[in-house]
């Protein structure tokens, strides 16, 4: 599990390095899962050594939580305040979100079956 770990954080910093030293506005963390995603890709399975260490890391996934609900209480007179104008604000984003993404997926399914197949392609149905 040491070896997962040690496997995660490397790519955890060579993100945050890559982020800092590009300038990128990409969270490191963010080019980090790249990274992995990308390093995992080719391979037919999951190394035994990372699949310790994510199982480890998810099982304690709930800790993550207790400091958001420790922020909650310290600023309950903000959230009683504003609390109204903060959840339009989510639910809006969360439903603009939604519309960006269905707009997005509908104008490439379009522009996909317009396109026409290839010889190792199937026809789009």
């Not at 984003?93 to 104008?107: E, K, P, R, S």
């Amino acid at each position: 599990m040491t070896t997962g770990l040690a496997t995660l954080f490397a790519l955890a910093a060579a993100g945050e390095l890559t982020a800092n030293a590009l300038g990128l506005p990409v969270g490191g963390a963010v080019i980090g899962l790249v990274a992995l995603i990308a390093w995992l890709a080719p391979r037919p399975e999951i190394p035994a050594a990372l699949s310790r260490a994510a199982d480890a890391l998810l099982a304690e996934l709930g800790l993550l939580f207790v400091p958001a609900g420790a922020g909650v209480l310290a600023h309950w007179p903000i959230l009683k305040e504003h609390g109204l104008a903060l959840a339009v604000a989510m639910c809006g984003g969360t439903l603009a979100g939604l519309v960006v993404a269905a707009v997005t997926f509908a104008a490439f399914r379009r522009a996909l079956s317009a396109r026409p197949a290839t010889a190792c392609e199937e026809p789009a149905t």
